[in-house]
Structure formats: C-alpha cells, structure tokens
C-alpha cells in the first residue's frame, strides 16, 4: 500500500469533513508543536488496510490516519479555531449550520478530551453563542442555546437538539 496515497486521501478526508482547504490541513500538520510520524501511524494503523481492492484499502487506510492525525494536538490547535470563528461569525439563518459546526468542533476534541477544552483551545463561550434575541417569557430552567432567524432554537442539556420557539414552554 502506497503510504503517501493513504496520507493523501487522509489529509483530503479532514479537509472535506471539516469544510476545510487542503493547504489548510497540510498547513496544521506541518505547523503541529507536536510532529506527527506517519511512518509510526501506518505501522499502528495496519488493521484498518482491509478491503477487497486497493483503492478500498486506502480509503479504509485514510479513515484511521484521518482520525490519528486529529488526534494530535497541535493540528487541533490549528483547525479547532478556525471552525470557532465560523461559529462565531454565523449567520442567524439555519440552526443546523450552527449545530453542525459544534458537532465538528465536539467530533474532534473528543479524539483528545484529556488534552485541552474548547475554551482554552478557541475562546468559545457555549453560554454565550450567536444568536437572535430569544423572548425574555421562557421558562427560565429551560436552555436555550441560540435561536435563528426562522425561531429553530439549539437547546437541550447539550446543545444537541433543534425545536421551534413555539414548541418551547413559556412563563404563564
């Protein structure tokens, strides 16, 4: 298996993944505090070169290097913040947009949750996200994370779940 293939498919899996240039993500790895040794991740990633074919190898191969490679701190120094001014430059329209960007966010700091917190890592307030102005009337123990222009609001405990401002309880 062509090493340099897998790395290459990789790196290309991050970029479109994370809505990202390739140059990009060659940038975070070249510019990690913490060298990545490929030669080393191939070798500890050999199980996953399985597949009927080459090319289904590789993709499998690329897979696996994809997750090593944003396991590393330093190349998460790099993107993470990048996605957090998407955050915080969102536009109000589509809930989902935004949900979308913190479940990037989450999906990588969860390859390395011992090693940093997304504050420390871009400054992002949770408590504090983009947002419409939310009616002041809603029950006050229930979260609501942001609101977009058309009333789709991010709540639950997590921030994970998407229901119109109508749909919400309001103080009576």
Known sequence: MDKCMVIGKAIERIANDY???IDTVKKAIDKSRFPLDFDLMVEEGSFCF????E???ADNASICMASKILANKGVQEHILPIICKRIEAWDHENIEDLLDM???IISIMELNPDDHTLIETCVLDINNLPSEVIPKDMIPHYRIWAMDKKGMCLVGDDANK???IDNIPRKK
């Open 19 to 21: 809505d990202l240039t």
């Open 162 to 164: 998407v229901v119109h």
């Open 55 to 57: 090319e289904s190898k």
């Open 102 to 104: 913190i479940r990037k």
């Open 50 to 53: 399985r597949g009927p074919d």
